[in-house]
């Protein structure tokens, strides 16, 4: 059996990982000769709409999946009428458009903050009567790792900010007095099978994750369970998807998803049961989904920018050191790191160590 997979990046890689002790082999299109899951498959080397490298690529997969959600929708469409393509295209398309997204949320009945289209000046000097200060300007396509999108404090900041966007359609956001922000990792196969992750607790700076906590027996899991739901059944979503959400004094408040695997997620490869990862290639091939319960205490830190020495990391008790093989550069994810003990306090140190050497390399 051959996974296709769109992009072949540090996602990818995992997924390849997860899926060699199943027996699997994998093929990537990726438009960079140094894609990080190369080595781990048949890399077909060039940009994502090739319609003769599509071809092979529906011609030689079993089924195609994706890492990222800015694959070209009707790149995913056009597979869908060659071969099985997982998560479907529909799910695709509305992930990459934040304003079809928050309507999306809407129409499920599922709260967001508050929001309004924005294609003008005018349309920002209006809404914000309504949105109020502060408040997030964000393109409505392409942004990730808080890319294309900037805080506005006060009036004075309005045209500035307009003018970040170079006229591009864009949404803007109230800005949500959140305690913290989570998300929920599922997984659901074409039988419609679901299974969910515990609550990851995220913390995120510079709009990058840096740090994800599984929380076992969170008081806001069933909550979160509901809407993520509420997504896989309306789309007919085939794979694993992550909801990142607000919590606001026990309410939860979407955010945005994505229709993939996701870095929130990442704690799961020592620390529960079945990682993500490996789910994902279950659900894609509609095999029985592996249990998520998690394995003890379990967490993640994202190594940006550049890495620690390789002795530091490995010598921390209970860590894992997960490398991407790409190169160092200011703003990029490089590496993760995973922790995974059977009490807290042991847990809790080796977390404390990782984050503490994380934040060295990124301030460095």
């Not at 011609?59 to 099985?84: C, G, I």
């Not at 694993?240 to 945005?256: C, K, P, Q, S, T």
Request: glycine share 8%.
């Amino acid at each position: 059996m051959k996974i296709g997979i769109l992009g072949g990046g540090q996602l990818a890689r995992m997924i390849a990982l997860a899926g060699y002790p199943l027996g699997l082999k994998f093929i990537v299109l990726d438009p960079d000769v140094n894609a990080g899951a190369a080595g781990l498959s048949e890399h077909l080397l060039g940009a994502y709409d090739d319609a003769d490298l599509l071809a092979e690529l529906a011609e030689k997969a079993d089924v195609v999946t994706y890492e990222f959600e800015n694959v070209p929708a009707h790149v995913a469409e056009f597979l869908s009428s060659h071969t099985q393509v997982y998560p479907p295209a529909g799910a695709l398309a509305v992930a990459q458009d934040r304003l079809l997204e928050k309507n999306f949320f809407k129409d499920l009945g599922i709260r967001t903050a508050p929001f309004a289209a924005i294609d003008s000046l005018a349309d920002l000097e209006h809404a914000m009567g309504e949105i109020g200060y502060p408040a997030i300007l964000k393109s409505r396509r392409m942004g990730y790792d808080g890319k294309g999108q900037v805080v506005i404090k006060s009036v004075d900041e309005l045209a500035a900010a307009w003018q970040s966007m170079q006229g591009a359609a864009s949404i803007v956001e109230g800005f949500v007095p959140f305690q913290r922000e989570v998300s929920i990792i599922a997984a659901r196969s074409p039988s419609g099978e679901i299974a969910y992750y515990p609550l990851s607790k995220n913390q995120h700076r510079g709009g990058i994750l840096r740090v994800a906590e599984c929380c076992t027996n969170d008081p806001e899991q069933t909550i979160a369970e509901n809407y993520v739901s509420l997504l896989l059944e309306k789309l007919d979503y085939v794979g694993v998807i992550a909801l990142e959400l607000f919590d606001m004094n026990g309410e939860l408040l979407a955010n945005e998803f994505a229709p993939r695997v996701h870095n929130s997620g990442h704690w799961t490869i020592e620390g529960a049961e079945t990682s993500q990862f490996e789910n994902h290639l279950r659900a894609i091939l509609d095999l029985p989904l592996g249990s998520t319960k998690p394995r003890g205490y379990a967490g993640m830190v994202n190594f940006i920018g550049g890495l620690a020495d390789d002795t530091q990391l490995l010598s921390i008790p209970n860590a894992h050191l997960h490398l991407y093989d790409k190169a160092p550069r200011k703003g990029r994810k490089v590496a993760h790191a995973t922790v995974r003990a059977d009490s807290e306090k042991q847990y809790r140190e080796a977390l404390q160590l990782l984050a503490n050497l994380a934040l060295a390399v990124d301030e460095s």
